[in-house]
């Protein structure tokens, strides 16, 4: 037999051993497809492919139907992806008798969700003076793929969910509280840490009368009537220590005013923070 015009005698197959004129040369077979699927960003994703007939077999890999430099193996691994390099993977399987493409697999770059608990309030005032309810805010998380998202919320150091949603009320007793809001999109979580203090209605008092110690010059006067306020309190004197903080205000209004409106403000609403939560223990 006259092999001398035969195309598989320049690719070296005779010479590879693998085809000879007793043994026919068969085109690839590809047995394994790729497999889609889907991936956290910054992780690896790997393809695969089997296929059967003659060797040795040639690959290339493409993505979107554009061959991908160096995937010329029967596994691409792609490091590290991104959303980039979501899209859809095929590979063209070539031997000396001839190529077949497999089935495009399409890679999912999933993007993991932020958490952000800052929307919380991380100081609220107990009107018992053993407890508060506390609305834990995950407003302002945020998917970047639009995914939605489940909230669940926890205290440091306990296994079990302290509540459950974007919005939720919890009861913490008076004390430091560190909390922790997970956010999941279904594929991948992210965590946020807050730390939220439940104080008295006396402590809120004590650390009033620190912020005007900080800001004011002249503090004695201010000083006397949060003294008396929180002694009121001490005592169980509510409308006692209602009166007093706002005589405090009104100090404030007097004193302050003019000269430092911006300080003013805050220690008034600091003041009056207290007293609508001692209006709730008293009534209307």
């Given at each position: 037999m006259d092999l001398s015009n035969d195309p598989r005698e320049s690719t070296g197959i005779f010479a590879l051993g693998t085809f000879t004129p007793d043994r026919p040369c068969d085109s690839p077979v590809i047995l394994t497809e790729p497999i889609s699927r889907t991936n956290n960003a910054n992780t690896d994703a790997i393809f695969t492919v089997a296929a059967q007939g003659t060797p040795p077999f040639t690959y290339q890999w493409s993505k979107d139907g554009v061959g991908i430099p160096g995937g010329t193996d029967s596994t691409?691994?792609?490091p590290n992806v991104q959303k980039l390099d979501q899209g859809s993977y095929s590979v063209l399987v070539s031997n000396a008798c001839g190529a077949t493409h497999s089935s495009s697999?399409?890679?999912?770059?999933?993007?993991?969700p932020v958490a952000d608990a800052s929307?919380?309030?991380?100081l609220v005032i107990s009107s018992n003076g053993t407890s508060a309810s506390v609305i834990l805010d995950g407003t302002r998380s945020t998917d970047p793929d639009g995914d939605s998202l489940q909230y669940v919320w926890y205290e440091s150091g306990n296994a079990n969910p302290l509540a459950n949603?974007?919005?939720a009320m919890a009861s913490l007793p008076v004390g430091t509280h560190a909390l922790v809001l997970v956010v999941s999109d279904g594929i991948a979580a992210a965590t946020?840490?807050?730390t939220v203090e439940v104080i008295t209605t006396a402590q809120a008092v004590a650390q009033l009368a620190d912020a005007v110690t900080a800001a004011v010059s002249r503090v004695q006067p201010f000083l006397a009537t949060l003294s008396a306020a929180?002694?009121?309190l001490n005592r169980g004197n509510v409308v006692a220590a209602i009166n007093q903080l706002n005589a405090f205000q009104n100090k404030v209004r007097a004193q302050l005013g003019r000269n430092g409106p911006t300080t003013s403000a805050v220690l008034i609403q600091a003041a009056q923070e207290i007293i609508e939560v001692l209006m709730g223990v008293t009534g209307p």
């Open positions: 691409l691994v792609l697999a399409f890679l999912y770059v999933n993007r993991l929307a919380t309030q991380l949603g974007v919005l946020n840490a807050v929180e002694a009121s």
